[in-house]
């Protein structure tokens, strides 16, 4: 199993997080798509860190990737109740009011 | 003849793509987490398959034990508004970013699929609580505070935000 097996299976999972961020307008899938690609990006750093053992350099990349999506995932949903609270709704097709 | 690491990576990578692909598509935003969460936890068994096992622990403690929930608890929050009705026109943008992601995708996952390095021997305490956790506190200090002043700001952010703003 070489390392170009783990950067294939990397990229297919970033492309179902891109797709399904480009698709869906129900926010909370769309945050659960960015985590989802959070998580692929994770997977190059530590196969490129295995093929190169020699450091941790993408292991400890990959620990601050992990902190920083849990930081985001925090705000983002935080962000999702405000906007559910003002339009009733978590369809991001309702945030139009800057296009106007 | 496969090896274990192989039959490992084989079945985590299967379980994470279908676990995304549930993520993505399905209408209940429950399905969804739960979708995640298998997605996840196949992550953490590939993650073994890399010598990675702090970042497995990790993987597992973070991501399915707290942002998964946290996902679930918004679910709860929310309610039935969490389920957004089906999409209604703007095909053409919906195909043509699919089209655009599916082609980019496989343009790079066929390309990247035959390169090939050797592994490297990794040392005794590759991956490892003490081996990670010296690179960590030795190399990354500086970074490693820094991030925990970023996870306050975005607790504290998060407070702010999504409190009520009855008085």
Redesign the interface.
């Known amino acids: 199993m070489g390392v170009g097996t783990y950067l294939a299976l990397a990229s297919v999972l970033f492309g179902i997080g891109a797709a399904g961020f480009l698709t869906r307008r129900n926010m909370l899938i769309q945050l659960m798509s960015i985590e989802l690609m959070l998580n692929s990006v994770n997977v190059v750093l530590l196969a490129f860190n295995r093929v190169n053992p020699g450091n941790h350099d993408g292991q400890v990349f990959a620990f601050f990737v992990i902190a920083v999506a849990a930081a985001e995932a925090a705000v983002g949903l935080a962000i999702l109740i405000a906007y559910y609270r003002i339009k009733k709704t978590i369809d991001t097709d309702a945030a139009s009011l800057l296009k106007y | 003849m496969t090896s274990p690491?192989?039959i490992l990576?084989v079945t985590t990578?299967i379980f994470?793509?279908a676990g995304?692909?549930v993520?993505?598509?399905?209408r209940r935003?429950l399905r969804?987490?739960i979708g995640?969460l298998v997605?996840?936890i196949s992550?953490a068994g590939?993650?073994l398959?890399?010598?990675?096992q702090?970042?497995a622990a990790?993987?597992l403690l973070?991501?399915a034990g707290?942002?998964v929930v946290?996902?679930v608890f918004?679910?709860m929050?929310?309610g039935p508004?969490?389920?957004?009705?089906p999409?209604e026109g703007r095909f053409a943008s919906?195909t043509l970013?699919?089209a655009v992601?599916?082609a980019?995708?496989l343009a790079?996952?066929?390309s990247?699929?035959?390169?090939?390095?050797?592994?490297?021997?990794?040392?005794e305490d590759?991956?490892t609580v003490e081996?990670?956790g010296m690179?960590?506190y030795s190399?990354?200090l500086v970074?490693f505070e820094v991030?925990s002043i970023?996870?306050l700001?975005?607790?504290v952010?998060?407070?702010a935000?999504?409190r009520?703003?009855t008085e």
Do not use: C, N
């Open positions: 690491g192989t990576f990578a994470a793509m995304g692909l993520t993505i598509s399905a935003p969804a987490a995640l997605h996840i992550l590939m993650f398959t890399l010598d990675a702090l970042l990790l993987q973070v991501y707290a942002v946290l996902f918004v679910i929050l929310i508004a969490s389920e957004v009705g999409i919906r970013s699919l992601t599916i980019i995708v790079v996952s066929t990247l699929a035959y390169f090939d390095l050797p592994w490297g021997a990794p040392s590759f991956g081996g990670l690179a960590i190399k990354a970074p991030v970023t996870l700001v975005a607790i952010g998060a407070v935000i999504a009520s703003r």
